[in-house]
């Protein structure tokens, strides 16, 4: 009896693709979500992400442009939040977002997934700024403590 294979689709070798690349070069976690057709990065050993209205999201991370911190960000299109990737916040301490709650700050960490950027992406997600070979990602708390002072510069203007 003879066994017939199909090859796999388009999409799925894309996805392939995209996936050994990120590993290779990134070192990143990366799994295929096949029902979504989409790639996500597995959180909290490797790195981390902190996400954001886009609005903020944009001020932080032209302040930590600024303060060459800035690393790869991802703008998720169907909700106007931002991504930003960061170094895993092992040595955290309860909950780095404390107090923002009220601006949508939010860290996803250990156990965690967010998804990341494909060339066939179809509107799911974008680079804001795409990650560099041998690059260091930024720290959680540099995120979160630039967050933070916008918030309170912005809560201090309003107040005034």
């Known amino acids: 009896m003879t066994t017939m ?26 799994a295929v979500q096949v029902g979504q057709r989409q790639l996500a990065v597995a959180l909290g050993q490797v790195l981390d992400a902190i996400t954001m ?41 309860g909950d780095i977002v404390e107090g923002l709650a009220d601006h949508e700050v939010r860290h996803a960490g250990a156990g965690s997934y967010t998804v990341v950027p494909t060339e066939s992406s179809d509107g799911g997600c974008r680079w804001i700024t795409e990650p560099r070979p041998h690059q260091m990602l930024p720290s959680a708390y540099a995120v979160i403590a630039t967050a933070r002072r916008l918030c309170a510069a912005a809560a201090a203007a309003n107040a005034a």
């Open 5 to 30: 294979t199909q090859p796999a689709p388009a999409w799925l070798r894309d996805l392939a693709a995209s996936r050994a690349h990120y590993e290779e070069t990134f070192g990143w976690p990366v």
């Open 53 to 93: 209205p886009a609005d903020l999201a944009d001020q932080v991370n032209q302040q930590l442009g600024i303060a060459m911190l800035a690393g790869p960000v991802i703008a998720h299109e169907d909700s106007g939040r931002w991504t930003f990737l960061t170094q895993a916040a092992t040595m955290m301490r």
